[in-house]
């Protein structure tokens, strides 16, 4: 979108006076504060051609001006930069980050994580790590009989990862047959990844016949839960009452949107660019876009990969809020998480 010079002056003014205050804004305001040298009335027309242009709204006819979606988005664009943070924030970040001599978790990591970003943007802050098992390759595959005709599948990647269904069997088998079930599902599925493993399975198992092939075309329909690729998030979410004390959350609308929100945290990592820092003004459901903004960045922590980052009201402190996540990103590059151990186990 074009603007003049002093378009650009004034939306920039008014965003940042309107973020300080939660207030409209008004064009004698805007005067004392940019210095522009010119009278009120002009202001008043620079304020009335963004207002045309989508990018400010007037509440009332003798309200001030607000930013609109679009208004934050130009100005995000157009004038936001990373802010310097105070010394005493950097050393507290590296200090709860990187603990003498600990090496962490994940979820203590993202626990802290989400903590301190809430703690200093008085916003809700987020950590959202997924650890890759795209290229694991299944180690062995395990089955267990127990009472009432179930099976217990186990299924160990080569990453330590463990996964177990049980499976409903028509009738209890003898050990022998479970043995060779059990032998069977092995030279088929042995060093494949999870998706080659699902691939494999039905057709290798179409030519044989008997009890233990019985039994493993009883583990196969369990296919997509024992190799699915999909790995299951590590969300931590903190700050929520903090949020809730900004003024928008006045309104009862706002507040029931937020709490849409915070009912699905393993959903904010959802939709967000893979790689770099970014500002999302807006954030999107299925079913429509909610008036929050979320600043957020991707982060590598040992062999997980995923997004830290801030929820907040659009009126937010963006240029804080970048600086923020960038510094925390940058810390936890020399964070190496440990397991949280043992194997890890999903149902």
């Known amino acids: 979108m074009q603007l003049t010079e002093r378009e650009r002056t004034v939306l920039a003014a008014l965003v940042e006076l309107f973020v300080r205050d939660a207030g409209p804004v008004s064009s004698g305001h805007l005067q004392e504060i940019i210095g522009l040298g010119v009278s009120s009335a002009t202001i008043r027309n620079v304020l009335q051609r963004l207002e045309e242009k989508g990018l400010l709204h007037q509440p009332h006819t003798s309200a001030g001006r ?7 988005r130009v100005y995000v664009e157009s004038f936001c930069r990373p802010a310097r943070l105070p010394a005493t924030w950097v050393r507290r970040i590296h200090e709860e980050l990187l603990p003498a001599g600990a090496q962490p978790p994940v979820q203590e990591v993202l626990a802290k ?26 180690q062995r595959i395990e089955m267990v009989q127990l009472e009432h005709a179930r099976l217990l599948v186990l299924v160990t990647l080569d990453d330590g990862m463990v996964r177990t269904c049980l499976a409903p069997l028509e009738r209890r088998y003898p050990d022998l047959t479970l043995a060779l079930a059990e032998h069977l599902l092995h030279d088929i599925v042995r060093g494949c990844t999870p998706g080659e493993a699902r691939r494999r399975l039905d057709v290798a198992l179409a030519q044989h016949t008997g009890d233990a092939g019985t039994i493993a075309r009883v ?55 893979g790689a770099g820092t970014t500002i999302t003004i807006g954030v999107a459901t299925d079913v429509e876009e909610l008036p929050f903004s979320i600043v957020s960045a991707a982060m590598q922590l040992g062999g997980w990969e995923g997004q830290v980052g801030i929820l907040g009201p659009m009126r937010m402190r963006y240029a804080l809020a970048l600086a923020l996540v960038q510094s925390v990103v940058e810390t936890l590059s020399g964070v190496e998480p440990r397991p949280e151990g043992g194997p890890r186990e999903r149902a």
């Open 66 to 72: 607000v930013p609109t979606r679009d208004g934050y």
């Open 113 to 138: 994580v989400s903590q301190l970003l809430a703690a200093l943007s008085s916003n809700v802050g987020f950590g959202v790590a997924v650890e890759d098992h795209h290229s694991a390759r299944v």
């Open 219 to 273: 583990v196969a329909r369990e296919k997509e839960k024992l190799f699915e690729e999909r790995a299951v998030p590590t969300v931590r979410l903190e700050g929520a009452t903090q949020i809730i004390g900004q003024p928008e959350f006045q309104d009862p609308e706002n507040l029931r949107l937020l709490v849409k929100v915070l009912d699905h945290p393993e959903r904010l990592g959802q939709g967000l660019p």
